[in-house]
């Protein structure tokens, strides 16, 4: 369970939120200097790395976050100056802009990562260039503002934001949250807190310096989380979310004793995938991980391949981890979910009409929802200081394939642990007498 609120509370923080809470704090104090040359050249190479990054790690939400987040800068500051935000025109591009871009970011919360289809992107550009002739034209001063761009729902109201904009700002604010909880994606959480930075930038006065850095600050999120989602690819499986094969290797690595090791494996996984099909097996996977994820007695879960899964317990012994263990079996088997599977196909007779065949062969039909639980084996080994941490875990695997041949559903601790636990009682016993 620690580990579980620790792995919530890094997803939702870094690296977006630890930036921004930096970058406020820094520019709060008045800690740092801002120079407009220096300001502008933070602002454009920001953005630049940040496209670029996007661009050789294909993720295609953050950049059109970025492309979204530098074109409202830009579309603000060609219509005021700093002194000049409460002028006709400027007014109406900086109302216009402040609700585009959380619209947009709304938008791109919804928009497939890997998606190839191009009229989903050519819709999108058609939207964001809709919306740049929309500023263009009604920012001219011959142009009397918009009104339902400003449009007051409360009344003593001092916000600079418009409350229109502050509730799309809300409310895209709200649907990343509730994505970033979903799926904990390192893409969510740039998109997230760079909507933040952008709201604070537009408070500000965006382009006034102190604007442009919180802009700026948008634009190094965005980059972050690129990086940030590159490291959660390398070391956390994509299907689980627990940690991959390489972190439990540098994971294993770095071990101090004392320290516990449990290897858990799903029962009869493969007659799983044989009866239901993968889709269901990846149901399973994901029910045993959330239940791993939240083990207590400090356990860190790692998915180690296929349905196979360790935890490591640091600073705990065989004795401290068996009732931890217990109940995750406990949960894991009294959990369950609702499947539909389809018939096979009936066989039809070969016809030498094809369309004929077509009309008679029987269409599959849908079986009735049925439960579908699982049970989970265990095996559990301790730090020895005569074994490598490699060793302790292949006396885990031991312990887990003798649960699997005792019957399965079940917590077996290694014969090596039972074997010294005998001799120190032997020793106990010859120094009493």
Known sequence: MEFWIKRRLRSTLVPGGSIFVAAAILLSTGWVPLPLV???FFYNAIFLAAALLALRFHSRRILWSAVIVWLAHYGIGSFQSARAIAASPARTAFEAV??????NFILLTLFPEHDNERPLLATFLCLVILEATFVD???RPERPGVSLLHYSFIRDYHL????PALVLFVLAGSLLVVQLVRFEKAIDNGMLWSLVAIGVGLEKGAPAEIGTVYFGVAGLILAS???ENSYSLAYQDELTGLGSRRAFNEAIE???????LAVVDIDHFKSINDNYGHDTGDQVLRLVASRLARVSGAGEAFRVGGEEFTILFRGRAVDDVLDPLELLRLEVGNSSFQVRRQEERRKTRRASDR????RTRAKPQLRLSSAVSVTVSVGVAEYDPKLSANEVQERADQALYQAKQTGRNRVVVSSGEKKARREGAIKGQRKAH
């Open 38 to 40: 220096a300001v502008n």
């Open 98 to 103: 402040s609700i585009f871009v959380p619209l």
């Open 137 to 139: 034209v009604f920012a």
């Open 160 to 163: 600079r934001l418009s409350q």
């Open 225 to 227: 989380s690129i990086v």
């Open 254 to 260: 770095r071990l101090k004793p004392p320290y516990a």
């Open 355 to 358: 369309r004929m065949q077509a």
